[in-house]
């Protein structure tokens, strides 16, 4: 069946570092990909998608590409903020079902 | 203006007890979800409806019973609650895909409901 995986954490990262979060899935067709955050005490927010080959979804300075070859739609961002602490979660849409399927989440925590 | 509400924010119960959660949205969208959140922050789908008709229901016990009276509202109602069932629980809703394709597309989640079983 479809699934999501993502790099396990915690990560922790200095002011102005680059940020690589890992995530590859398996999936049946062409699924639509998904990057996810939550911060501290909330629910998850969108924070960008991908919804064919090759698509790069980008957004406060995130980027994620859709890599159909090595099914992979890894987040980057190349100079993280104390502001960006929080879970991130990949996740993809199935193209048959009405149904989500999302990583394991991964943590991050932005020192000063 | 907030999209998709959850009431009440915290729950704390003690076992054997049975509670509700109820969640609206107010996005006009078809499909409404439950979500389970561990402690690890693993997030499980629990069940989905669209237009009030239940259309997943993975594996939760049957203590746990969605209820759906419109398309705006998906409420939880947990029966004889177990020290396992401390989670945060999420509510989500979703548009219909784009036309002539089967994704589902953006979940909007609310803020959550931490449960806790005593």
């Known amino acids: 069946g479809d699934s999501v995986t993502q790099m396990e954490g915690p990560v922790t990262l200095s002011e102005e570092a680059f940020l690589t979060i890992n995530c590859t899935y398996t999936a049946t067709g062409y699924p639509s990909l998904f990057w996810y955050v939550q911060y501290p005490g909330e629910g998850l927010q969108l924070l960008l998608k991908?919804?064919?080959?090759?698509d790069k979804g980008s957004n406060k300075g995130f980027e994620a590409t859709y890599r159909k070859e090595t099914t992979s739609f890894h987040l980057e961002k190349g100079s993280v903020q104390v502001s960006d602490s929080a879970v991130y979660f990949c996740?993809?849409?199935?193209?048959?079902?009405?149904?989500?399927?999302f990583g394991t989440g991964t943590s991050l925590t932005v020192i000063p | 203006d907030t999209a998709v509400s959850q009431t009440p924010k915290y729950l704390v119960t003690q076992m054997g007890n049975d509670k509700s959660i109820k969640c609206e949205q107010n996005?006009?969208?078809?499909?409404m979800y439950w979500y389970k959140q561990d402690s690890k922050k693993f997030l499980k789908i629990m069940f989905s409806y669209n237009n009030k008709e239940l259309i997943i229901n993975e594996t939760v016990p049957n203590r746990f019973s969605p209820k759906s009276p419109d398309k705006a509202h998906l409420n939880l109602h947990i029966n004889s609650l177990e020290l396992g069932d401390s989670a945060v629980y999420f509510c989500a809703s979703s548009p219909p895909g784009l036309a002539g394709s089967y994704h589902v597309d953006t979940q909007y989640f609310g803020p959550g409901t931490r449960l806790t079983v005593l």
């Open positions: 991908a919804t064919k080959a090759d």
């Open positions: 996005l006009g969208h078809d499909t």
């Open positions: 996740a993809l849409s199935d193209k048959f079902g009405n149904q989500f399927y």
